[in-house]
């Protein structure tokens, strides 16, 4: 659970609550990613499928909201002027990954790829790696804001990360291995690693993000 304390954030509890509220929708986002690539391997494009979809979609059309309304708070009210750039670029590279998370469900409803048996189970440690390389930079970016060291976390982000290149790569050799699937359907699937994949990518380069941010206002 998101703390609800953030020690930067003593002078408003609203934007403190809208911080908390945006961070949890993302680690809400990852879950329901993962439900939904489950329930797309069991049934397909299902009611089911969809349903969970639409969360996601509800969470980052909230999430713009949030963003936007911390980006106005933030410059309005005068908050934190030696901080506010450095509050949003690590707002808005989380956002990046809730976005990933809602465009790859949408291009997943539209284009149906045929995944193999075989790789399901792959691709759904895959998902769960990359949604823990999420959660612990979602953790990483709590911390800041609550004034304790990121460290530990910055670098369970970047084992997660390259936890989930070896599986990405090895999922993609099993697809091309496979002789019996047309170069058409292993281009495709290619395509939805690399997506999930691109997930760490994210979180990684947020995580690097806020490693310069915490330095710069730890000196």
Do not use: W
Not at 29 to 36: M, P, V
Not at 84 to 104: F, M
Not at 199 to 212: G, I, K, Q, R
Request: one cysteine or more.
């Amino acid at each position: 659970m998101i703390s609800s304390h953030f020690v930067l954030f003593r002078k408003t509890r609203e934007l403190e609550a809208k911080i908390a509220t945006f961070l949890l929708n993302i680690i809400q986002a990852g879950f329901l990613f993962s439900r939904a690539y489950e329930r797309y391997f069991s049934s397909g494009v299902s009611d089911d499928f969809l349903s969970l979809k639409n969360q996601v979609s509800a969470l980052e059309a909230e999430n713009d909201t949030l963003r936007r309304e911390v980006e106005s708070q933030l410059y309005s009210q005068m908050l934190l002027p030696d901080m506010r750039s450095d509050i949003l670029k690590i707002v808005e590279g989380c956002d990046k990954i809730i976005n990933k998370y809602e465009s790859d469900l949408i291009l997943l409803a539209i284009e149906h790829p045929k995944i193999p048996k075989a790789l399901e189970t792959d691709i759904t440690q895959m998902i769960k790696t990359s949604a823990d390389c999420v959660s612990a930079l979602i953790s990483a970016v709590k911390n800041f804001f609550a004034g304790v060291d990121v460290n530990e976390l910055i670098q369970q982000v970047y084992l997660l990360e390259h936890q989930v290149d070896i599986q990405a790569i090895d999922l993609k050799q099993a697809v091309f291995s496979d002789k019996k699937q047309p170069l058409a359907r292993q281009t495709q699937l290619k395509y939805f690693i690399y997506n999930i994949e691109k997930l760490s990518d994210m979180a990684e380069d947020t995580a690097d993000v806020l490693t310069v941010i915490a330095v710069k206002h730890t000196v």
